[in-house]
């Protein structure tokens, strides 16, 4: 399967909408634009995750390595993500601990209060 990417702004944040499988195939594509996003400017990043049906841990090591570029700069980066597959693998490997997980977009920018 393809990885999609889509790109937009909802108040301050950007939101990177993922879609497909992220796997060992396609994962550098997420991270280049995940790098892209930070290297231009973008603190506040939201991956919308819902529409991913497939994660390995290459994956889960782009996330990591995005929200360790982010947290020096003093950006963050938090993830939507609904499917319980998924939602068990950030259980199980305790990266619910390291992101901050929420239900839709909306919740996501609402959580992280207003720009300091």
């Given at each position: 399967?393809?990885?999609?990417?889509?790109?937009?702004?909802?108040a301050?944040h950007t939101?990177?909408?993922?879609g497909?499988?992220?796997?060992?195939?396609?994962?550098?594509?997420?991270?280049?634009?995940?790098?892209?996003?930070?290297?231009?400017?973008?603190?506040?990043?939201?991956?919308?995750?819902?529409?991913?049906?497939?994660?390995?841990?290459?994956?889960?090591?782009?996330?990591?390595?995005?929200?360790?570029?982010?947290?020096?700069?003093g950006?963050?980066?938090?993830?939507?993500?609904?499917?319980?597959?998924?939602?068990k693998i950030?259980?199980?490997?305790?990266?619910?601990?390291?992101?901050?997980?929420?239900?839709?977009v909306?919740?996501?920018?609402?959580?992280?209060?207003?720009?300091?």
């Amino acid at each position: 399967m393809e990885l999609s990417l889509a790109t937009r702004t909802v108040a301050d944040h950007t939101v990177l909408e993922v879609g497909g499988e992220v796997d060992v195939y396609t994962a550098p594509r997420l991270r280049e634009r995940l790098v892209e996003l930070i290297d231009g400017g973008a603190r506040r990043v939201v991956v919308d995750l819902n529409r991913v049906d497939f994660l390995d841990s290459t994956g889960l090591g782009v996330l990591v390595g995005a929200q360790k570029r982010l947290r020096p700069v003093g950006g963050t980066l938090m993830l939507v993500c609904t499917k319980e597959p998924l939602l068990k693998i950030f259980r199980i490997t305790a990266l619910d601990q390291w992101f901050p997980l929420h239900p839709s977009v909306e919740a996501a920018t609402d959580a992280s209060g207003p720009t300091a």
